[in-house]
C-alpha cells in the first residue's frame, strides 16, 4: 500500500493511525481556535498524528435553513489561522468547482463529500489541483466500487488519494457499517479512513435535521482499528449538544483523551503483529 506523507507523518503501508478531527462546521473564530488548540494538545500527549477539520460550508444540509458556515473566503482565512498558529495541517470538503483554486491553497487535504463521489468531472478536477485528495465513499456505494472512483483520480494524475468509510444506507434514516467494506477497500492500494462519528449519524432522522447515536462512537471506532484502518476521522465539539451541525453524533471534546488512547494501543498491537495483514485481499498494492 502507498504510504502519503502529510507534513512530518506519513498515513498508509503499516504507519500508525492518523487521527482528523475538529467540528463540523466553522462556527466561530473562537470555536475553531479552543478546538484546535485542546486537539493539538491531547494528540501531542499521545503521539498520535493530527489533521485539523472543520467545513467552511455545508451545502449539504438537511433543511434550507440550517447553518451552513461562514463561506468559503471566512473560512479558508480561519483554516490558514489554524494551520499557521498551531502548525496542524487541515481539511475541508469542496462542494463545487469555483471553490477548488481558493481551497488547494490552504488546505492540505482537499476533500470529496460523499453524496458527490460519483461526480466524474468533479472528482478528477479536485485530484487534478489538490496534493491530496480525500474522497468519502457514498452511503449508496458498494465497497469494491470504489475502485472506479480511485481510478477517476488517478486518472486526473493524483497517486495520493485516500478513501473514507462513513456507513452504508440501511433503511430510512439509518446507517449500518460493513467492516469487510475495509479490507476491501484497503485492496485497492489507498489508505483508509473510518469516519466513526458519520457512521452513527441518522440522515434525517430528526426531521428537518439528521440525529445521531454518539454512544456507539467508541464502539465502532475500536472494531476499526483492530481491522487495520489507516485513520480515523471524528467530529469533535466542546459541548456537541449545542453544536450548530451533527451534534447529536459528534463527540464532546473532553471525552476524547480515554477513548484516543485505546486507539492507540489497539492500532499499535495490529501493526506491531503485523495482525492486519490477515485482512489483504488479492491484489493489494
Known sequence: MKKIRIRDFEIGGGAPFVLIAGPCVIESRKLIRQTASRLREIAG????????????????????????????????????EVKEDFKLPVISDVHRFEEIEAAVKVLDI??????LCRQTDFIQAVAAAAKIINIKKGQFLAPVDVAHVIRKA??????????TERGSSFGYHNLVVDYRAFPAMRS????????????VQLPGGAGDASGGER???????????????????MEVHPDPDRARCD?????????????LTILRDIDSIVKRTGSGKEFKLEGEA
Open 215 to 233: 454512544g456507539l462512537v467508541p464502539c465502532l471506532a475500536r472494531a476499526a482499528v483492530a481491522a487495520g484502518i489507516d485513520g480515523v476521522f
Open 110 to 115: 482537499v476533500q470529496v463529500p460523499a453524496f
Open 247 to 259: 451534534g447529536p453524533n459528534s463527540l464532546k471534546l473532553d471525552t476524547l483523551k480515554p477513548l
Open 188 to 199: 485497492f492500494g489507498c489508505p483508509v479512513i473510518f469516519d466513526a462519528t458519520h457512521s
Open 45 to 80: 500527549e499521545l503521539g498520535i498524528p493530527l489533521v485539523f477539520k472543520s467545513s467552511y460550508d455545508k451545502a449539504n444540509r438537511t433543511s434550507v435553513k440550517s447553518f451552513r458556515g461562514p463561506g468559503l473566503a471566512r473560512g479558508l482565512e480561519i483554516l490558514q
Open 154 to 163: 488517478r486518472a486526473a494524475g493524483n497517486r495520493n488519494i485516500l478513501i
